[in-house]
């Protein structure tokens, strides 16, 4: 069972005695933890429409809990999850009610900020696990630009882990979607009382650029397109896909993890510009 899906964790400590929490965790632990090689996991996401059947919170959700259950997994070196960035790029759902966007700068500003503050703390092994499309490619903006600064964070969204699995295992959805088989999958493995089947609705895709155009180029989503907000068909979703979809992915994250813990950390100035 999942022990966290909430966007501020349950409290850990109160329950386990130890927390992998960035905020529940005390002076002497992270001081402790930084003498291991420690990776921070900064679960980004945003709070937006999901369709009539879902909670206006499910791509925090998801990555939140990714992040949690990836940190215990580890027990040899410290994964700590830090406060998760909940708001993300989605104004083009703003045609919908209960979404809440930042502007791309705005976004930049405080992700960045965040993470130099991490890198600061002296962890530098910084993973931004993403579960919102509208952060995808902004997230790689941001490790970009970080990295001018000799900041070094690793990008990733979670269903690109795994977009085999969705290919294969997917009835009607191919892909991740938006409030569709498979996020309403992993809504009814995390948190099922959340979900109301009886409003679930499979909205059909409006023409537009045709797949072989799509593979190279296309327009910024807009959620309008759809009559009630949904990419995909959550009738087709069910907890043991999104267990399936969950438990691939966070195996996933903790060989990232693992990985990146015996990396050494990158320099700018290692076989680039500026080389001495």
Known sequence: MVSDA???????????????HWQEMLRHEMLAALEHDPVVIVPVGSVEQHGPHCPMDVDISHTQALAVEAARAI?????????PVWCGLTHYNMGEVGTITVSVETFIAFVSEVCRSI??????????????GGNRDICRVVSTKLAEEDIWV???????MVSPLLIEAGETDGWIGHGGEWET???????????????????????????EILAFTGFPERRREREHGVHGNPLAASPE?????????????VAVCREYHQLPIRGYREFGSHCP
């Open 75 to 83: 027990a040899d070196f410290p994964v700590i999850v830090a406060p």
């Open 119 to 132: 890198w600061a703390n002296g962890f530098h092994r910084i993973i931004l696990v993403n579960g919102h």
């Open 154 to 160: 690793l990008p990733i969204t979670f269903w690109e």
């Open 6 to 20: 909430s966007v501020f964790g349950m409290g850990q400590r109160a329950t386990t005695g130890t927390t992998i």
């Open 241 to 253: 896909k999104g267990e399936l979809l969950f438990l691939a992915a966070k195996d996933q994250l």
């Open 185 to 211: 999958s992993l809504q009814l493995y995390l948190r099922p009382t959340l979900i109301d089947r009886s409003r679930m609705v499979a909205d059909p895709e409006r023409p537009g650029f045709s797949s």
